[in-house]
């Protein structure tokens, strides 16, 4: 699948909404669930079946917390005819990393205020494979809320990045602290944030119960761009006035060691950081141009023998006007294409 797809679901209930999108993509999620099955035995030495246990084990924090969010799951289970099980490793993805020691560095995530009022763009990088058949563009309305989504195929809304009828929009970038506590999973956490009404409420979710650390940055509206550094027993908030860049690392150097640090993430920091420095106002283009960058590899490009670390989509949202652009792959070869929310 040379593409990210789009589906636009409209929805009574979180289990009617799993339902349906698990109807609409069942081909795309049982090819999903096969092909994650030998990456795994490939990258953890395990497959799905042997990770199952381990993911059942987030469950009891995520139905005490999100009862709503194991529905949608359910729903999707049942639309896509696939186990449940097979479902909850693939929303553990980043837990189930942390927990056997794999920590993988990627993508780069850009809040700016430009000409075209707030803007976040955010470089999704991650296993080679994912970029055919890795992720999907969802649209939602229930009830009176609404939601534009990029997500990756098998996972509920908002696993990349989102947006709402609110006028909060989303990124995420994976921090690796060595360690994890059986809490919630970072997938459920971010469709909360989906649904959040106000910033405070996105923040509340993001803090939730946090089963690894985690990094997310926010835009709102046309008034706020701010980053949520989560860690076990803190976390810190992080605000820009013109921009905020944020890649895999701490950006306040108390919280930095050996683990959580590595330095091609401190690289291209520094690399976004000197372009956009080197601006004295900033374009939707220009933010198309710093997320196809290669010089420290912000678009990347990793060799054939790489199995990790390819960019399988770029994203940028405007959470005032309510658009996504989304481009499959590398933003230096791919056009991005707009979708709107209702």
């Avoid at 090819?31 to 799905?48: F, P, Q, S, W």
């Avoid at 989560?230 to 908030?237: A, R, S």
């Avoid at 420290?296 to 770029?314: E, M, R, V």
Wanted: charged share 25%.
């Amino acid at each position: 699948m040379d593409h990210i797809p789009f589906i636009s679901v409209e929805a009574d209930n979180n289990y009617d909404l799993g339902f349906k999108i698990g109807k609409r993509l069942a081909e795309q999620i049982r090819k999903r669930v096969a092909g994650c099955n030998e990456i795994y035995r490939e990258i953890l030495r395990k497959d799905t079946a042997a990770l199952a246990p381990t993911a059942l084990a987030f469950l009891p924090a995520t139905v005490t917390h999100y009862p709503n969010l194991v529905a949608e799951l359910l729903g999707m289970s049942a639309g896509a005819g696939v186990p449940f099980e097979s479902l909850m490793v693939l929303m553990c993805e980043e837990e189930l990393l942390d927990i056997h020691d794999l920590h993988i560095s990627k993508c780069t995530s850009i809040a700016l205020r430009t000409t075209d009022g707030i803007l976040v763009g955010h470089n999704e990088d991650w296993v080679n494979a994912y970029a055919r058949n890795g992720l999907y563009v969802l649209r939602t309305r229930m009830g009176r809320h609404r939601s534009l989504s990029l997500s990756y195929i098998g996972s509920l809304a908002g696993s990349s990045s989102g947006l709402n009828s609110s006028g909060l929009c989303f990124t995420a970038n994976s921090l690796s602290p060595g360690r994890f506590r059986y809490g919630v999973p970072i997938k459920f956490q971010f469709r909360a944030i989906l649904d959040a009404r106000t910033l405070p409420e996105a923040i509340r979710q993001d803090l939730c119960r946090s089963s690894i650390a985690g990094n997310t940055l926010y835009g709102w509206r046309n008034t706020r761009i701010l980053d949520i550094e989560d860690f076990f027993g803190h976390h810190e908030h992080l605000y820009g006035k013109k921009f905020l860049i944020h890649t895999n690392h701490p950006l306040r150097r108390r919280d930095r060691n050996a683990t959580n640090t590595p330095h091609e993430s401190i690289v291209r920091y520094e690399r976004a950081k000197e372009i956009l420095g080197q601006e004295e106002r900033y374009t939707l283009d220009g933010l198309k141009e710093l997320l196809a960058d290669h010089e420290a590899g912000i678009c990347s490009h990793p060799d054939k023998h790489t199995t990790w670390g390819l960019t399988i989509a770029s994203v940028i949202m405007n959470p005032k006007e309510r658009w996504m652009e989304v481009c499959w792959t590398n933003p230096c070869r791919n056009e991005y294409t707009r979708y709107w929310l209702w």
